[in-house]
């Protein structure tokens, strides 16, 4: 479960300009998780959370892990609510309530027999399509750098590129701007255009256009031309949009959904 926070730690170097809130969840069988499985109403408080071992161990871990590798302690808070948490509701409350850039998720690696019968916590809420660019952690190759940004011509394809932009600032590593198309000499024109704009709005957040690179990939099925490159690429990071139009549709199909299900040592960063 700590895969988000090894990844935190492993990819940005300028760790100091980071505000983390960390968000203490129990289990849902757990006997301190008051949203027990199959209950539509909370049980009644039984015990204090802080006397739950296993969240004091994990809350004791994650300062320190996070502390190791550079995050300042004061720029760190640990939130829980009463009784414990382990509803979806309540990363939406503490969402709403406070203003983040993200939401950061590890993922447990489900085998895929259990992913048909049993659905994480993080696949329950990407289900619901949240109003925040999420950063999900499945199984991530701590050794691997740069980005693999996915655009084309869409408003948040554009919102992606102003994230990953305002995300590495004072980082060392490097973008390659993909656009997967039909092979025409039409589809290539769009494509340089859909770059032009891209480096435009990454250059207004204030980063360098050096590190930019540029991808043109012909294929006739975006996902597995995404996660092919992604693999030979070696990338750390996969970062795509939702478009508007696709959003009904968003766990269907969709390039999304689909390196949910499939992207491993690449983190995916989804943005609305």
Known sequence: MFNGLRFLCRFFENKSRFDLTLLCM????SNYCRWRAGKTQPGAVTERPDMDSNWHL?????MRMLQWDGFPAG??????ASGMICRIEDIEDEIGSETHDAVVMGRRGLNRLKDFTSKSLSRRFFERQ?????????KPD???KNVLLCVDDSES???MARFVASMLEGESHLVTLCNIISDTSDERDKATAIFNRCEEIMCKEGF??????HMIYPSDYAPRAILDNANWGKFAVVAVGTTANARKN?????VSSFLFNELTDSVLWVHP
Do not use: H, T, Y
């Open 26 to 29: 129990a289990s849902p069988d």
């Open 58 to 62: 994990a809350r004791e871990e994650a």
């Open 75 to 80: 720029r760190i808070q640990v939130k829980s």
């Open 130 to 138: 949240p109003e925040i660019p999420m950063i999900l952690c499945r």
């Open 142 to 144: 701590l050794n691997r």
């Open 157 to 159: 394809s554009n919102n």
């Open 208 to 213: 360098d256009s050096g590190r930019l690179r």
């Open 250 to 254: 968003l766990l269907f199909g969709s």
